[in-house]
């Protein structure tokens, strides 16, 4: 387990390298004017010119100045420096204010795919053919059919505007309150697909042999699906909730643009609407360092859910 | 109907299957699985259940612990009496507390029929917590002594390690432990070596021979090998398309079978006294249970057959040693020794 562990950091940090070198290469390279392209649509004065030339090593051509370029980038990250975007304030400080919005709309999401999603997963899974099943069958299939670009605005008129339960928008510094509606929306995607598979798994292992021999035992039904089961079950979901996990603290950039919030999403949008280099470089470098971290968890956790799988 | 190979005691059979009738309903159509089973078990004795694959061995057994899935099974009819009481009249909490304390049942495949998740002593000692109400310490210590009787060497270092972390032959060791936690007085051993290599097949067949004798309980072993039961068991009750078609004493059954079948069966494990002999096996397959022939199920694989055996079904007869042939023929097959 621990060589795994290992294994995979040592992946990792080669992911880590691959992807930035990618993302930095897409955002700098082959571009015309680099400076430009770093400064955007709006024009660059010969000082800011001189300016950027010297901070980003520009004076340094071709692939070799390229590469010290993106080696120097390199350097600043490790040393936790992420640099500063265009609009010259310091990237760490924006995502520092950026992920706890982003946090907490992605827990918000989670609890409400647990919660509903989860729950009726294995309801739909014990009764299947029922009546909750094929209800939940085809709400889970609309919610699926529907993309979040259509769904957050949708909720975001009825729930928000022409029913004003809920904040329209999340503004500055949002309450947990203002992130209820998003998180739902935002939610609804893990809860719908968590949904389907702990029902599939439930009325898997429902049918598995095991079951049988617990029944043989002379065990209530209670503790048959209960214990065994749900033991059973839950490890294919517990796997996915860890990825999705994963997914949702790299920021919603659709639900967060929608309703206003000012997460990781909404920032890298605007970086990228902007075309503020530095910025997307950041956030997406710290992204897939997020993202790979969240894998490794996923990985580990699955082995210790499910005793048979050892990672040698 | 008592069956008549061994006398009914004063107070009954132990267990007793009586007319059982099953059928599964699917959306193909109904296959009748079990059609008119009648066994008995006294205390102290080994049945062996035999036949081929799909004649209903399992079905009936699980039928015996009130486990199948209904649906898509569906009892038609018939009695499953144990100690005097019709189980089938039963509510299904009355059930559960006779499964596994008065009639457990091992399976096949240990490694699918135990849980993956848990460790095997947690399993083993289920039963003794849930069921006999054992603290933690007192349901722990039973457990290795379960593991200790199964012949599981260093029982106390095992009780954490996992079914897949076992040999099959450990592994259904581990099953037999969970079926005797709770002093079960029936075992049904649903082809409890098949999955096994042959010399570990013979170690099971003896602790099961061993633990029956030692624990004074009553064993049911279904198997579809004839080779597995010569040593093991009292009496053979041979079952065909859900019909038990004879049912008799070992020694009397290998002696001179009375159906064709059960000749079939035999012809076809090598003997160890006819050298160079070709294996006969019988022709043809087991029929469609959801449109079985008319007549004599057998009828169509049988080198007996006569036009009789198409038009009526045989009735159980009774030979003169007590023992049944569901078979119009059965005189004539029985004293037709040229095998
Ligand atoms: N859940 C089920 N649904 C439909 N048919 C079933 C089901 N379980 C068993 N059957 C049918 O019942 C018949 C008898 O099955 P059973 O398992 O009792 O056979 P068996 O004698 O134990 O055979 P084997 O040696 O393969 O274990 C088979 O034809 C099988 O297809
Ligand atoms: S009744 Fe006829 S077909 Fe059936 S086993 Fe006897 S001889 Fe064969
Ligand atoms: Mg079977």
Redesign the interface.
């Known amino acids: 387990m621990l060589r795994f562990i290992l294994r995979r950091l040592l992946q990792m940090v080669l992911a880590f390298f691959g992807t930035t070198l990618i993302v930095y290469a897409l955002m700098f390279a082959g571009q015309g004017d680099p400076i430009q392209a770093l400064a955007g649509e709006r024009p660059v004065t010969a000082a800011q010119r001189a300016y950027l030339t010297e901070k980003y090593h520009l004076d340094a051509t071709g692939v070799g100045g390229f590469f010290y370029r993106y080696l120097n980038y390199l350097g600043g990250l490790l040393r936790g420096d992420l640099g500063q975007s265009l609009t010259g304030r310091q990237i760490g400080d924006i995502l520092a204010a950026a992920w706890p919005v982003t946090v907490k709309l992605a827990v918000i999401a989670m609890a409400v795919t647990i919660l509903v999603g989860v729950t009726a997963g294995v309801i739909a899974g014990i009764r299947r053919a029922g009546v909750f099943d094929h209800a939940t069958l085809v709400l889970t299939l609309l919610v699926l059919g529907i993309p979040t670009i259509v769904l957050a605005p949708l909720a975001q008129y009825f729930l928000g505007v022409r029913w004003p339960i809920f904040p329209p928008t999340a503004g500055a510094q949002p309450s947990l309150w203002a992130l209820l509606l998003p998180g739902i929306v935002l939610g609804s995607l893990s809860l719908a697909t968590a949904l389907r598979l702990t029902r599939t798994s439930v009325s898997e292992n429902l049918?598995?042999?095991?079951v049988?021999?617990?029944?043989?035992?002379?065990?209530?039904r209670r503790?048959i699906v209960g214990v065994?089961v749900l033991?059973?079950s839950l490890?294919p979901v517990v796997t996915f909730l860890g990825v999705e996990l994963g997914n949702l603290m790299s920021g919603a950039i659709i639900t967060e643009g929608v309703f206003n919030i000012p997460g990781v999403g909404f920032n890298l949008f605007r970086g990228i609407r902007t075309e503020d280099g530095p910025l997307v470089v950041g956030i997406v470098s710290v992204l897939v360092v997020v993202y790979l971290l969240s894998n490794l968890v996923v990985d580990v956790l699955y082995a210790v859910?499910?005793?048979?799988i050892r990672y040698e | 109907m008592p069956t008549p190979v061994s006398p009914t005691p004063p107070d009954g059979h132990l267990l007793e299957v009586r007319d059982l009738h099953v059928e599964f309903r699917t959306g193909e159509g109904v296959a009748r699985v079990i059609n008119g089973v009648s066994y008995h078990l006294d205390a102290g004795e080994t049945l062996a259940v035999l036949g081929e694959s799909g004649s209903g061995k399992s079905v009936t057994a699980q039928a015996i612990m009130g486990i199948l899935d209904t649906p898509p099974a569906h009892v038609r009819s018939g009695e499953i009496r144990y100690q005097g009481r019709d189980l089938l009249t039963l509510g299904e909490e009355e059930r559960r507390r006779i499964r596994g304390a008065e009639i457990a049942m091992i399976f096949q495949d240990a490694l699918s029929a135990l849980n993956p998740v848990f460790p095997v002593g947690w399993q083993i000692g289920e039963s003794l917590r849930q069921r006999a109400g054992l603290s933690r310490a007192d349901a722990r210590r039973r457990t290795v002594e379960l593991m200790d009787l199964v012949r599981i060497p260093a029982a106390a270092k095992r009780l954490g390690d996992y079914p897949h972390q076992f040999s099959g032959g450990m592994r259904q060791r581990v099953m037999i432990a969970m079926a005797l936690a709770l002093d079960p007085k029936v075992l049904i051993a649903d082809e409890p070596t098949t999955a096994l290599d042959v010399t570990v097949q013979a170690q099971i067949m003896d602790l099961l021979a061993d633990l029956r004798r030692d624990l004074g309980m009553a064993l049911i072993l279904i198997t579809h090998d004839l080779g597995v039961v010569a040593g093991v068991a009292d009496r053979i009750a041979v079952m065909y398309a859900g019909r038990i078609i004879e049912h008799a004493d070992v020694r009397a059954l290998y002696r001179a079978p009375a159906h064709p079948y059960t000749k079939g069966l035999l012809e076809s494990i090598p003997r160890l006294d006819v050298r160079g002999q070709a294996l006969s096996t019988i022709r043809g397959l087991p029929p469609n249970l959801m449109r079985i022939p008319p007549g004599c199920p057998f009828h169509p694989r049988c080198p007996y057959a006569r036009q009789v055996c198409v038009d009526e079904v045989p009735h159980d007869l009774v030979l003169g040693d007590g023992r049944t042939s569901a078979c119009h023929f059965a005189q004539e097959v029985h004293d037709d020794r040229a095998r």
């Open positions: 049918r598995a042999d095991y049988r021999t617990a029944r043989s035992k002379g065990l209530v503790r065994h033991r059973n490890i859910l499910d005793p048979r």
